[in-house]
């Protein structure tokens, strides 16, 4: 089964701390992965995606296909990271995504 | 640009009333979606369509009908709402298909009551 797997619900830390968001798949053929952030009173909107393996507002993820997983870094936290993030999957060429149950990020001062 | 809009933002209904949520975009994509956001169940996909005049079911699509009137807008209907369809809604487009970002709209909050 196509399944995206985000363990916390929440997960809080102080300013300056490292931060790692986890996501798990489950996929039987080559996953596309993403990661999308909602910010506070913002709209929905994509922070990164693996194909690209880059780093945006010093996040990254690292696709590790022995472990399925696509787990989202940031060395130092910083209070504007707070948000709900949300990891998600492409699956097949219909182009559907398959979205975890997101993760909110608090970064305390 | 507006990008995705979403008409109404909040909405109440009974039990058993219709309505039907606007979706519209101005950045000439292709594909748009329909989601529901429920606590601790993530983004679901209802329904999306992969260009104009062409509609196909998501995860959870019961309950719900689409039509994609124009490239531009992509409207979701409950013809008989239910308290389970209570729920926050999110339209989204992108360029040609999932590889590509979607754009989302600001959600469109109903409650059933």
């Known amino acids: 089964a196509q399944r995206v797997t985000q363990p916390e619900k929440l997960l809080s830390v102080f300013k300056g701390a490292p931060v790692e968001l986890k996501c798990n798949y489950s996929?039987?053929?080559?996953?596309?992965l993403f990661w999308y952030v909602q910010y506070s009173r913002q709209r929905l909107q994509l922070l990164l995606r693996?194909?690209s393996r880059e780093s945006i507002k010093g996040f990254t993820a690292d696709l590790n296909k022995g472990e399925t997983s696509f787990h989202l870094k940031k060395p130092f936290a910083q209070e504007e990271d707070s948000a709900m993030y949300y990891c998600?999957?492409?699956?097949?060429?219909?182009?559907?995504?398959?979205f975890g149950q997101g993760t909110t990020l608090q970064v305390k001062p | 640009n507006a990008g995705v809009t979403q008409t109404p933002k909040f909405q109440v209904l009974k039990t058993g009333q219709s309505m039907t949520l606007q979706c519209a975009q101005d950045?000439?994509?292709?594909?748009m979606y329909w989601y529901r956001q429920d606590p601790g169940m993530g983004l679901r996909l209802i329904y999306y369509?992969?260009?104009?005049?062409?509609?196909d079911k998501g995860e959870v699509p019961n309950g719900y009908n689409v039509s994609r009137l124009n490239k531009r807008e992509f409207s979701l209907r409950l013809e008989s709402a239910a308290p389970s369809q209570t729920s926050v809604y999110f339209c989204?487009?992108?360029?040609?298909?999932?590889?590509?970002?979607?754009?989302f709209g600001p959600g469109t909050r109903l409650t059933v009551l």
């Open positions: 996929y039987s053929g080559s996953p596309e």
């Open positions: 950045m000439n994509h292709n594909s």
């Open positions: 998600a999957l492409l699956t097949g060429n219909t182009g559907k995504l398959i």
């Open positions: 369509s992969a260009s104009e005049g062409t509609t």
């Open positions: 693996h194909i």
């Open positions: 989204a487009s992108s360029e040609w298909s999932s590889t590509d970002t979607q754009y």
